[in-house]
């Protein structure tokens, strides 16, 4: 049996209101029904199971049936920091990330970065998060952040216990990969790399270098592949 729908949902209560874009994938994609039941989540970590009751032309009223908390979200604090990639591809990094179990996710501009970020795009990002929550059956959303400078992104992963740097021009790693604990901030670059002196700063400030190879990944392979191989020693893929 198929697990039932689920749907984001800001305010939860004994009787719950769906509506906007919610409403019609409920209604017009999935086509479901009064008597249909579903799993509702507000992005705190809790989830509900719900039965709709009545459906109208814009809205559906769904009762809550109870309340539980979701065994499927991370446990560890990953951040995962990634310079804005050209296209859609920033998209594909951030569905893959919510999926891989990130908590918190930065997208930043750099030196050598040729992409650029505006309010509709990173309206379009928290979108992709929420709907990749859905799909992997998170109870939370990643948290979201935009940096018009590296600097700030550097800044803003003060006290995770492990900062690792991808950094396609150095040799051998500072700290190995295995190593990480359960508070991990990773940066990994957009296509056009970093500069010497951006590492530098990164390493004023506590970040490690690490290689991921000796094959010159994609941006976007390069950030999910980094952040997959962190998971899994942090704990999220075990």
């Known amino acids: 049996m198929a697990a039932p729908k689920r749907f984001l949902v800001k305010n939860i209560s004994e009787e719950t209101i769906l509506s906007g874009e919610e409403f019609n994938h409920a209604k017009n994609v999935l086509r479901l029904f009064e008597g249909s039941e579903v799993t509702l989540f507000d992005g705190s970590g809790a989830e509900y199971s719900a039965v709709i009751t009545k459906i109208g032309k814009s809205e559906m009223v769904l009762h809550t049936v109870r309340k539980g908390v979701s065994e499927r979200d991370p446990k560890a604090n990953l951040y995962l920091l990634v310079g804005a990639l050209k296209g859609d591809k920033t998209e594909l990094v951030v569905q893959k990330a919510t999926e ?139």
């Open 100 to 238: 891989l179990g990130v908590q918190k996710i930065g997208v930043f501009s750099s030196k050598y970065c040729s992409a650029y970020m505006n309010d509709n795009k990173f309206s379009r990002l928290n979108r992709v998060a929420a709907e990749a929550s859905k799909q992997c059956l998170r109870a939370t959303v990643p948290e979201l952040f935009y940096f018009d400078s590296f600097e700030k992104a550097v800044l803003s992963a003060e006290g995770y216990e492990d900062k690792l740097f991808a950094c396609e021009f150095i040799t051998e790693s500072e700290k190995e990969i295995s190593e990480v604990k359960s508070s991990v901030a990773l940066i990994v670059g957009s296509e056009g790399g970093f500069t010497k002196e951006e590492f530098e700063f990164a390493k004023g400030q506590g970040f490690k270098g690490v290689t991921l190879g000796k094959r010159i990944l994609r941006a976007e392979t390069a950030a999910i592949a980094f952040l997959s191989v962190a998971a899994y020693f942090a704990g999220e893929l075990k």
